[in-house]
């Protein structure tokens, strides 16, 4: 009997636990509509919003929703991203959608962190419901168009779904309009994906190799720290095997080749250098601090011990060899500013930060030659150094020009962490361009007239140009040209003042320098 009691009242306390953080859960998702209607006299709560047979089938993703002084308004709504469902809060008024608020979400905080932050929920302030919204990379070109968050865009389609039902919900409820069905779930095809799986390919012939058979290789485990751009540091143990190792089953020498090209299933992608390979093991790891790594970084993510962030790729879906890299043979290096300035900026909004850009895709329109072969290369003040494809930068690759960080290479799928910060330079296989206000911190300088000077040779050097005994060079503005011997090239410097970069020897020789050009 003393038992029977015992239980009983055990129960009573878990049923009496379970209301308390219900009405308690209530009571704060209720308070967050409450701050969408500050003037409302009455809010209630509607559990049974989709009861009926066509809500159910077209919007699945509607859980609840609020009375708000007698009229349907405010929708709590669950669409599943990348990790799980992202609960959002949809508030509607005067047939406008007035605000969204993320109540709960599973996704990776590497990744969706900023779906709550206020620069991207202030995109669905006061926008019509006459049709559905829209997710966009960039440009917001009709009102219903909302920019994604960058690196993270099954989570901002996720909320951009959840929105959605919620208007369509709304409506059917207060117009008995009907909208066509809005599903609960990111369709796949968004997510580019083959998680169980990558690809190793080189010159006639190429390998798969999934998840389980990863693991069947000599394995490598080892402490590492990983270090991104922005200066964090995480440390882990890494396992896997090396791509050294996996080629050797293959009958292949990595050390044949003259680099490597990674891709991620995000577009994310970095070139490894036959001179990275040869001081570098590249773990191809299948497990962090002894666990498997999240589905978001599957199949497998690249470890480089020796290196900076961008070049552990996660998410890895292609790794390419490639038996030939057109060498750079620089013979131009033009000044940033005067080679850009007739090109119209664009001021990209990259996490929540609207900053002046220029497309880089104009930028090679500029040159004489660009080799498809060769690679765009950016470089650092903190001495990173990292290599694109000419084909990537093409497309919707930008450098950021103004605000933190800058000059900094930004795209749609680059993440915070993974970009050359505060870049001295960049190249393609015979032109170079410099951001001067960022290259005096790696030269060489000399006081003159009062301005630091940047030794020109340094500048040459730093950039990639080289150059024999018989080389001589000419100074370019827009209005003349000064043909200079490499003796007298090895005594220039450049003052870089006001925007503008000027010539000097012993005296002011060229004003708004625009390139120097090797004969």
């Not at 008024?93 to 605000?99: E, V």
């Not at 070109?141 to 959840?162: F, L």
């Not at 390419?320 to 080679?339: A, G």
């Not at 850009?340 to 104009?362: A, H, L, N, Q």
């Amino acid at each position: 009997m003393k038992n029977r009691y015992i239980i009983i009242i055990f129960i009573i306390l878990v049923i009496a636990g379970s209301l308390f953080y219900v009405l308690n859960d209530s009571s704060e998702e209720e308070e967050a509509v409450r701050l969408f209607y500050p003037d409302a006299k009455r809010v209630t709560l509607i559990k049974g919003i989709n009861d009926d047979l066509y809500s159910s089938l077209y919007f699945p993703a509607v859980k609840r929703a609020y009375e708000v002084d007698g009229e349907i308004s405010a929708y709590v709504v669950s669409c599943v991203g990348y990790n799980g469902p992202v609960e959002v809060l949809a508030a509607i008024d005067d047939d406008k959608l007035i605000g969204i608020k993320i109540l709960s979400h599973e996704e990776s905080l590497d990744y969706a962190e900023h779906i709550e932050y206020d620069y991207f929920l202030d995109r669905f302030k006061n926008l019509p419901i006459n049709k559905y919204l829209n997710l966009v990379v960039l440009d917001k070109e009709n009102p219903e168009d909302i920019i994604q968050v960058t690196g993270a865009t099954i989570s901002s389609q996720a909320v951009v779904n959840a929105v959605n039902a919620a208007i369509g919900s709304y409506m059917l409820w207060n117009y008995d309009i009907q909208m066509a069905k809005v599903p609960d779930v990111v369709p796949q095809e968004m997510w580019q994906k083959d998680i169980n799986s990558f690809a190793i390919n080189w010159e006639g012939g190429s390998i798969r190799i999934d998840t389980d058979e990863i693991k069947e290789y000599e394995q490598l485990e080892m402490d590492v720290t990983l270090i991104n751009t922005t200066g964090t540091e995480t440390k882990m143990r890494v396992k896997g095997p090396t791509l050294r190792h996996v080629l050797e089953k293959e009958g292949i020498d990595l050390s044949e080749y003259a680099g490597i090209g990674v891709t991620g299933r995000d577009g994310y992608y970095t070139l490894i250098d036959k001179e990275k390979l040869a001081v570098n093991d590249i773990i191809l790891t299948w497990q962090v601090n002894r666990k498997n790594i999240k589905d978001e970084e599957k199949p497998i993510r690249i470890s480089v011990p020796l290196e900076l962030g961008p070049y552990w790729v996660k998410m890895v879906s292609n790794i390419d060899l490639y038996k030939e890299i057109s060498p750079k043979d620089i013979d131009k290096v033009h000044m940033f500013n005067p080679l850009t300035e007739d090109i119209e900026p664009y001021y990209y909004e990259y996490y929540g930060s609207k900053d002046k850009s220029i497309e880089v895709g104009k930028i090679l329109r500029k040159f004489d030659v660009v080799d498809e072969k060769g690679f765009f290369t950016m470089a650092a003040t903190d001495g990173l150094e990292k290599h694109e494809t000419i084909s990537l930068v093409r497309q919707r690759y930008f450098l950021k020009v103004e605000g933190d960080n800058a000059p900094m290479n930004i795209a749609p799928n680059f993440k915070l962490g993974m970009n050359v910060k505060h870049m001295t330079h960049f190249s393609t296989t015979k032109d170079a361009v410099i951001f001067p206000e960022k290259m005096i911190e790696v030269v060489r300088t000399k006081s003159i007239e009062g301005n630091d000077g940047m030794l020109l040779e340094d500048v040459l050097l730093t950039a990639g140009m080289r150059w024999d005994e018989g080389n001589k060079f000419t100074a370019v503005n827009k209005n003349k040209k000064i043909d200079l011997s490499l003796e007298e090239m090895l005594n220039c410097y450049l003052i870089y003042k006001e925007g503008q970069v000027s010539l000097y020897n012993d005296k002011e020789i060229m004003t708004e320098l625009s390139r120097i050009e090797k004969k």
